[in-house]
């Protein structure tokens, strides 16, 4: 078993765990830690937003802002660790898949330099299916927030 390092916590998921426990990898992989992980019932996923991440070239030249969309693909991506983690999912041929999102809402920008902490808590679990609700934070102001569901599905 592996140990924590000195600076992180029992409930600490480093990169190269997210990694193995997700199949989602460069430019897509969108989460860069998670701490606070509550097997079955809470995770913080943490997103480091740099200026170099490809869709800023796009969106927008002039005032770079985080696509929406992409912060809700990181609060699944968070949502899919913790599931991962709290079922112990043999990844070799099982995939977590996203099915719903419900009443997603926008409420400010996510920009370059911005760190993206994004508390995903378990509403409902039922066997391989779990319903999260998520807010994306930057600071203490919300960026984005949703409910979604995620379930695990073989693909082999």
């Known amino acids: 078993m592996r140990k924590a390092p000195v600076n992180e916590a029992p409930g600490d998921i480093d ?13 897509f992989l969108l989460v860069d830690r998670a701490e606070d992980y509550k097997p079955h019932e809470s995770i913080v996923g943490i997103k480091c937003v740099s ?3 490809p869709f800023f070239v796009g ?6 802002v985080m696509p929406g969309v992409l912060i809700v ?10 599931m991962s983690k709290s079922l112990n999912v043999d990844v070799a041929g ?3 898949f996203f099915t719903s999102l419900d009443n997603c809402r926008f409420r400010a920008p996510v920009r370059p330099g911005d760190v993206l ?5 378990v509403v409902r ?5 779990f319903k999260f609700r998520g807010r994306g934070l930057v ?13 695990v599905v073989e693909t082999q």
């Open 15 to 27: 990169i190269s765990e997210i990694v193995k426990r997700i199949p989602h990898r460069y430019p």
């Open 51 to 53: 200026i170099n991440e």
């Open 59 to 64: 969106h927008f030249p002039e005032y770079p």
């Open 73 to 82: 693909e990181a609060l699944a991506q968070t949502g899919a660790v913790l």
């Open 94 to 96: 099982k995939t977590i």
């Open 117 to 121: 902490r994004m508390p995903v808590e």
């Open 125 to 129: 679990a039922r066997g391989d299916m």
């Open 139 to 151: 600071g203490d102001r919300v960026a984005a927030e949703a409910e979604f569901a995620a379930m």
